[in-house]
């Protein structure tokens, strides 16, 4: 009886593992990385403070998720527990989070300049 | 330093890589703050997170800038049969788990060789993950989705809308996990085959629509970062989109211009415009055989098929809600019997398409809280942000619009030519806004510029 290719190479198959297959079967490939490499520069984070006491501390906020009412709660508790401690509210840097964006987070390192702000807490990520 | 909910401690660390800043002090908050009440969230904000924000700002940072140890580009990451490569590309994360054709070094050159692109060129740095985008990385992607080297331009084109700020790509893995939606126009819909007729927004009712389509989504996972290991934060997420050709034929029948006019190019020009979108909604069987007829069910699909989205009228997208509404050819052809420019269309839609203020008002300030401040939308005309239309008698039953002016009310032509149907989208405001590139098909100039002569690129 005639066995047509097709069903030879299917027959034939059975006889053999399937890594043995695949390997008798199948090309191989060396492929490529479909990342590209970063852009950006790592950047040294700014110094941390040796403390809290009497320092400037800015508040930006994506004027999102309860930040009107947990910003508040911050600061009360940073002037509770340090000496001298001020803040910086986020309505001096504007909502960074919205139509604005792009042009209110460039202007921010100014503005922090400006304040004389000695370290940032942002939020919030939710 | 940084706040955040829990569950947003991966996305931030990835985002700060992305800016270069590796260490960034992250100061977590116990499950989501807009599930708590007022006093259980102070609570664990003093008892739980305060201890890691003043941690954050006084602790020193270790910190080292060495290289980077991943792959270069012409890298073999994997050998093996076609199993296997898959097999290791849905294990490493690089592949949406539908068969790709491996990217092997000759293939992407090949495909990048068709369109004689530098495959070295730097299209800018995308973000959130701070990479390169790259022609390579772009045809990489674009051989692994099965995309046509004739493809590329487009694919160009696309990486330039995603590298544009104005689009906003970061935030493609935001709360309500829109997806991208692609609009092209221009010559190249016929010349590449794009289908523009039935099934238009079909998974592979088109080809060259499903396979752009999934390069989009393969390129955002690869190069943009947007894996749940990264900057994907969506809830749920939505599938990805096919392609939208709009069907010129129809528009030029009855004198309306390509919806890439709407951004500025002229009538013919090849062009991909995205925006992402949050919602989809049929408006089916629509009955009429006059504009003022069909108009009141359409608006009401605009109205119905929008929620959340208000926040971009006013809150967090200010002026920035634009939705879409695709018409099927027979329905455009009424407006274009009666003679009706799309922009009298757009403002009988924009009289229609209205909600009781008070519904507005729940969806921005109540049952959401993404318009700090709870504030009604006649303080919020008060303020100047939003125009005196949202505000005109103080009645909370007063119908409002839900877009800031009628020119933001998108109209696009396309699917089934003989069937009285229509679809609307609700878009994601700022967070992938309506951004248009053309396209630009002619040979490359870099003939000179191969993947073994990087030294000649420029």
Known sequence: ?126 | MSLVCEGFERQARATGRGLGFDRLPIAVMKGHVDAQSYDDMVASFVGYTLEQIVSGLTTSIDWDDEGSAEPAALDVVASGTIDEIHRTFVANGWSDGLAIIPPTRERVEAFIAVTGHDPWRVLGTIRPSGRDVTVWAIAVNAVMAGCEAVQLPVLLALAEVLLDPHYGVEHSGNTTGADALVVINGSVIDDLGFNHGPGAMRDGAGAPNTVVARWLRLFLRNVCGFTADEHDKATFGNSSRVVLAEDEGALAEIGWEPFAATFGHPAGTDAVTVARMNSGAMVGSVFGSTPEQIVPYLADGLARVTGWDLTHVCGLGQGHYSPLLVLSPVLARVFGRAGWSKAQVQQALYEHARIPAWRFEKLIGEWTNLTAGRRTLVELVGAGLVPPVFAETGDPDRLVPIVTSPDKLMIAVAGDPNRTNAYVFSNDGAHGDWTSKAIDRAYSTDLVCRVDNREACT
């Open chain 1, 1 to 126: 009886m005639l066995i047509r290719p097709r069903f030879r190479a299917f027959f034939g198959s059975l006889c053999l593992s399937d890594s043995a297959k695949m390997a008798y079967m199948e090309p191989t490939f060396d492929v490529v990385w479909p990342k590209s490499p970063l852009g950006t520069q790592a950047r040294r984070p700014a110094p941390r403070l040796d403390t809290l006491h009497g320092k400037r501390i800015g508040f930006a906020w994506d004027y999102l998720f309860r930040g009107d009412e947990l910003f508040p709660v911050l600061a009360k508790e940073l002037r509770t527990r340090f000496d001298g401690v001020e803040i910086v509210n986020y309505d001096v840097f504007g909502n960074l989070h919205g139509p604005r964006e792009h042009e209110l987070v460039a202007q921010l390192p100014a503005g922090l300049a400006r304040h004389r702000v000695d370290a940032v807490v942002s939020g919030n990520g939710c």
